[in-house]
């Protein structure tokens, strides 16, 4: 139902209704044909009432969401108004109580439905689940990079992997952040705690759980946010010696889990850990550089020689030194010639003329010697099967292309990783 964001809630609500009628005159005109069973559904009944209960519920969907949007709207823009009314009537009613009391006179017993409730906090939830809602009114414009790339992904077929979500993400179960974009809510259940992907960002934003997205977050979830932030704002990390625990130990309790494991407390790399060394002589061999400051490796398949790991520090890739504390070449030449007989592959065609293919070679290779410095702000969306070349993730269908840099990435390492 992507294709109705661009309608009006009426115009949709019109168009459904004339769906739903024309599905029961199909359902009508089925009934008393073929030489079906008396009292079973044919094939095409069953289809044309699935179809007429989806429309039904598609429809509910969009009523919901109106009547949801009218109290957001009711409550934002006369919220103080009412609130001052609301303490009005309570203050009346106390005075009342002590003019009883004042005057001897029994109070009249007050019949409740349930249990009494703090209304002033109930009234604070349902505010703020309302804002987070609909943090942004119906129909506003959108930037045209999230634009394009909405109209993008309505051309591939989207359909959850979670069995709660039985809706469109859009429609059903959407939440909005900050940011002018969709979370649906069994999949920001699925945030990833990884190192590269924390925290969770939309539009390169952080999203945190103080947020109004916390109330709809589980406590697990809230847990396991807090504890993954403690270990990766920790830049030298302490992990369990013990290969069957190698669980992040807190700079509060180093000393009793080493005793527990049985681990030897020292500096620096263990010059046991055989897996350790074996992963140190492949990145010697492959020219890998180290992190000074979290001793991550990384590998640098194309770019320049400034480095900027995951916990922000800056080094040169040659030598492994802080950024502009040595004396090391920009770039390599092999890498940079690497990179434009990808970047020219994708574009060429295969019978090209041989000056018209060195033409771009050169055009390619002075835009990535000028451009290299690229803060991905312009993407556009190319079709096909592709590679991402940040994850290595296969995508079938679509991949987004940087306008500048000409890199490849699936949507998720756009918005977290680059």
């Given at each position: 139902?992507?294709?109705?964001?661009?309608?009006?809630?009426?115009?949709?609500?019109?168009?459904?209704?004339?769906?739903?009628?024309?599905?029961?005159?199909?359902?009508?005109?089925?009934?008393?044909?073929?030489?079906?069973?008396?009292?079973?559904?044919?094939?095409?009944?069953?289809?044309?009432?699935?179809?007429?209960?989806?429309?039904?519920?598609?429809?509910?969907?969009i009523?919901?969401?109106?009547?949801?949007?009218?109290?957001?709207?009711?409550?934002?823009?006369?919220?103080?108004?009412?609130?001052?009314?609301?303490?009005?009537?309570?203050?009346?009613?106390?005075d009342?109580?002590?003019a009883?009391?004042?005057?001897?006179?029994?109070?009249?017993r007050v019949?409740?439905?349930?249990?009494?409730?703090?209304?002033?906090?109930?009234?604070?939830?349902?505010?703020?689940?309302?804002?987070?809602?609909?943090?942004?009114?119906?129909?506003?414009?959108?930037?045209?990079?999230?634009?394009?790339?909405?109209?993008?992904?309505?051309?591939?077929?989207?359909?959850?992997?979670?069995?709660?979500?039985?809706?469109?993400?859009?429609?059903?179960a959407?939440?909005?952040?900050r940011?002018?974009?969709?979370?649906?809510?069994?999949?920001?259940?699925?945030?990833?705690?990884?190192?590269?992907?924390?925290?969770?960002?939309?539009?390169?934003?952080?999203?945190?759980?103080s947020?109004?997205?916390?109330?709809?977050?589980?406590?697990?979830?809230?847990?396991?946010?807090?504890?993954?932030?403690?270990?990766?704002?920790?830049?030298?990390?302490?992990?369990?010696?013990?290969?069957?625990?190698?669980?992040?130990?807190?700079t509060?309790?180093?000393?009793?889990?080493?005793?527990?494991?049985?681990?030897?407390?020292?500096?620096?790399?263990?010059?046991?850990?055989?897996?350790l060394?074996?992963?140190?002589?492949?990145?010697?061999?492959?020219?890998?550089?180290?992190?000074?400051?979290?001793?991550?490796?990384?590998?640098?398949?194309?770019g320049?020689?400034?480095?900027?790991?995951?916990?922000?520090?800056?080094?040169?890739?040659?030598?492994?030194?802080?950024?502009?504390?040595?004396?090391?070449?920009?770039?390599?030449?092999?890498?940079?010639?690497?990179?434009?007989?990808?970047?020219?592959?994708?574009?060429?065609?295969?019978?090209?003329?041989?000056?018209?293919?060195?033409?771009?070679?050169?055009?390619?290779?002075?835009?990535?010697?000028?451009?290299?410095?690229?803060?991905?702000?312009s993407?556009?969306?190319?079709?096909?099967?592709?590679?991402?070349?940040?994850?290595?993730?296969?995508?079938?269908?679509?991949?987004?292309?940087?306008q500048?840099?000409?890199?490849?990435?699936?949507?998720?390492?756009?918005?977290?990783?680059?």
């Amino acid at each position: 139902m992507d294709f109705f964001s661009s309608m009006d809630s009426e115009t949709v609500l019109l168009i459904l209704q004339l769906q739903i009628e024309d599905s029961n005159e199909l359902f009508s005109s089925c009934e008393g044909k073929g030489k079906g069973i008396e009292g079973v559904l044919s094939d095409t009944q069953v289809a044309v009432r699935l179809y007429h209960e989806e429309l039904q519920r598609s429809a509910t969907i969009i009523k919901d969401r109106n009547m949801t949007r009218s109290l957001a709207r009711a409550c934002l823009t006369d919220g103080n108004m009412l609130v001052f009314s609301y303490s009005q009537e309570q203050q009346e009613s106390r005075d009342r109580r002590v003019a009883l009391r004042l005057g001897v006179v029994p109070a009249p017993r007050v019949i409740t439905d349930g249990p009494a409730r703090d209304e002033d906090e109930l009234d604070d939830d349902v505010l703020e689940r309302l804002n987070a809602l609909y943090i942004c009114a119906a129909g506003n414009d959108l930037d045209s990079d999230s634009h394009s790339e909405d109209n993008a992904m309505a051309l591939v077929p989207y359909h959850s992997t979670s069995s709660s979500n039985t809706e469109t993400s859009t429609w059903a179960a959407s939440r909005k952040s900050r940011a002018p974009r969709h979370h649906c809510t069994a999949c920001r259940d699925t945030f990833s705690f990884y190192d590269t992907l924390f925290p969770p960002r939309c539009c390169r934003q952080p999203i945190t759980p103080s947020m109004s997205i916390r109330i709809y977050l589980t406590t697990k979830i809230v847990d396991d946010y807090e504890a993954k932030k403690v270990e990766f704002d920790t830049p030298n990390r302490t992990y369990c010696s013990n290969t069957l625990c190698s669980s992040f130990i807190r700079t509060n309790c180093v000393v009793e889990e080493r005793a527990s494991c049985q681990g030897t407390a020292h500096d620096g790399d263990c010059p046991e850990d055989e897996a350790l060394n074996l992963v140190l002589e492949t990145a010697r061999q492959n020219e890998w550089q180290r992190c000074y400051n979290c001793n991550r490796l990384v590998e640098l398949a194309t770019g320049c020689n400034h480095i900027t790991c995951t916990c922000r520090a800056e080094f040169c890739y040659k030598c492994g030194e802080r950024w502009k504390t040595c004396q090391c070449a920009q770039w390599d030449e092999h890498r940079l010639y690497a990179r434009k007989e990808v970047v020219v592959a994708r574009r060429t065609a295969v019978h090209q003329p041989p000056e018209q293919r060195e033409a771009r070679f050169a055009a390619v290779m002075q835009d990535l010697v000028e451009r290299h410095e690229c803060d991905h702000n312009s993407w556009r969306w190319v079709r096909g099967p592709h590679e991402c070349e940040e994850c290595r993730h296969d995508l079938p269908d679509y991949i987004f292309e940087c306008q500048q840099c000409h890199i490849q990435a699936c949507n998720r390492c756009r918005r977290n990783r680059l």
